[in-house]
């Protein structure tokens, strides 16, 4: 079946715009996380989506938000992008349960650079 | 909170040789540990997991025990390929949470 998808691949921005990326989740999977990663932080959990619902939130400003729509499909957005933001983003979905009892499965990420 | 220490890179070794990455996390609950890697232009991938102490995971060759009494999740391999060059991640979830706190990542590269 196919994998979790991210759009775009590649984005570039410069501060102050505004970023939506995409993450279509693997069908019958109804939980989306999303991480952050930089060479100076490493992964960092920004936010996880469950039915449509934030179940989880990471310690990111309000600048960072998402939602997830009634097919599991999930957007984030970026307000007022800062050169801090360039990283990858990677998307993570699952069924939804017990974490320890499931897989998890990563996209190919978004790579945001900003200029 | 909960916190990953991994040992840094990048680990450079030869074909056929033996392998360890160290792990050792903080917690404040009883976490389930993972390791992921992630291979150059793509995503991460699970690796192997262990949700209680004493339990090894075991996948591809790769293998790591669950110490609860030195906290660690130490990931090991008997005779490394050059297919396994790759950054390695140690990861933790508390019980019944859905959140992963990740360590920095190691690097491993493996030449002929």
């Known amino acids: 079946k196919a994998g979790v998808t991210q759009t775009p691949r590649y984005l570039i921005k410069t501060r102050g715009q505004q970023v939506t990326l995409s993450c279509s989740p693997i069908?019958?999977?109804?939980?989306v996380s999303w991480y952050q990663q930089t060479p100076g932080q490493g992964l960092q959990f920004l936010f996880e989506?469950?039915?449509?619902?934030?179940?989880n939130k990471g310690n990111f400003p309000g600048r960072f938000s998402g939602r997830q729509f009634s097919n599991s499909r999930s957007e984030m957005n970026v307000s007022t992008l800062e050169l801090g933001d360039s990283a990858l983003y990677l998307c993570?979905?699952?069924?939804?349960?017990?974490?320890?009892?499931?897989?998890?499965?990563f996209g190919p990420g978004t790579r945001l650079l900003v200029l | 909170g909960n916190s990953v220490t991994q040992m840094e890179g990048p680990v450079t070794l030869s074909e056929e040789a033996f392998l360890t990455i160290n792990c050792t996390y903080t917690?404040?609950?009883?976490?389930?540990l993972f390791w992921y890697v992630q291979y150059p232009g793509e995503g991460l991938q699970l690796l192997l997991k262990?949700?209680?102490?004493?339990d090894k995971g075991s996948n591809k060759g790769f293998e790591a025990t669950y110490r609860k009494e030195t906290t660690s999740f130490h990931l090991e391999k008997g005779s490394v390929q050059v297919s396994d060059s790759a950054v390695y991640f140690c990861?933790?979830?508390?019980?019944?949470?859905?959140?992963?706190?990740f360590g920095k990542g190691t690097m491993l590269l493996v030449s002929p």
């Open positions: 993570a979905s699952y069924r939804g349960g017990q974490l320890e009892k499931e897989t998890q499965y």
């Open positions: 069908s019958g999977h109804r939980s």
């Open positions: 989506y469950f039915s449509e619902t934030q179940r």
């Open positions: 917690a404040t609950g009883y976490p389930s």
């Open positions: 262990a949700t209680k102490a004493d």
């Open positions: 990861a933790l979830s508390d019980r019944g949470y859905s959140t992963l706190t």
